[in-house]
């Protein structure tokens, strides 16, 4: 069984399209998070939710969305995409803020 | 606030030597501390963590972390590596209370271990 999972795996598309990568954990935990990868393994998070509310909000461009539909799931929605925006991103979760975080595989992105 | 640094970018070392990453943390209050292991391809995943009590670490595949307070450090050590410990390692650290909250990563030190 797959702890936390995203979709696609791998995403190539062109500048300006809008596309979006969902994710599910079946830990039951209560907190989820979206991390930006750059080609260098730098981690930089980008949100994270706790029981859908949105508690980190970093300094990210507007054209990315989070929506938490639920508690099992955080997806990120991205508008007009950029070269710039061509990582891998992760998403993660934990039972609470201050905990160890499990991650999913992680959607390489290529923006052309 | 908290922050992380990991002084080495890359580690070199031959297959069977011991090897010692470091990782040094800044914070005002008392911390969580976590090292993660990313293989090539995937995601992080939790090698070992201090919350608190003993200060000597042992986590998964061998590794071992000692909590330094005074050097403020949380150095991750293998005795002997093999080629399969070859990945990207991150400290990370998160304070144990709710409050201004932050769980910070550090930059990441590449392990390559050579034959």
């Known amino acids: 069984d797959t702890a936390v999972s995203q979709t696609p795996k791998y995403l190539v598309t062109q500048m300006g399209n809008d596309k979006s990568i969902k994710c599910e954990q079946n830990?039951?935990?209560?907190?989820m998070y979206w991390y930006k990868q750059d080609s260098k393994k730098f981690l930089k998070i980008m949100f994270s939710?706790?029981?859908?509310?949105?508690?980190i909000n970093e300094t990210v461009p507007n054209r990315f969305s989070p929506k938490s539909p639920d508690k099992a799931h955080l997806n990120l929605h991205i508008n007009s995409l950029e070269l710039g925006d061509s990582a891998v991103y992760f998403c993660?979760?934990?039972?609470?803020?201050?905990?160890?975080?499990?991650f999913g595989p992680g959607t390489r992105l290529t923006v052309l | 606030a908290q922050s992380v640094t990991q002084l080495d970018s890359q580690v070199p070392v031959f297959e069977e030597a011991p090897v010692e990453l470091r990782c040094n943390y800044s914070?005002?209050?008392?911390?969580?501390l976590f090292w993660y292991v990313q293989y090539p391809n995937q995601g992080l995943q939790l090698l070992l963590k201090?919350?608190?009590?003993?200060?000597l670490v042992k986590g998964i595949n061998g590794f071992e972390a000692e909590f330094n307070k005074s050097q403020t450090s949380f150095h991750l050590r293998k005795p002997s590596v093999h080629i399969s410990d070859t990945a990207e390692y991150f400290c990370?650290?998160?304070?144990?209370?709710?409050?201004?909250?932050?769980?910070?990563f550090g930059t990441g030190t590449r392990l390559k271990v050579l034959a």
């Open positions: 993660a979760s934990s039972q609470d803020r201050h905990n160890e975080q499990f």
């Open positions: 830990l039951g935990h209560d907190t």
């Open positions: 939710y706790n029981n859908k509310e949105l508690i």
């Open positions: 914070s005002s209050v008392s911390v969580y």
């Open positions: 201090y919350l608190s009590g003993s200060t």
């Open positions: 990370a650290v998160t304070p144990p209370t709710s409050g201004t909250y932050k769980y910070i």
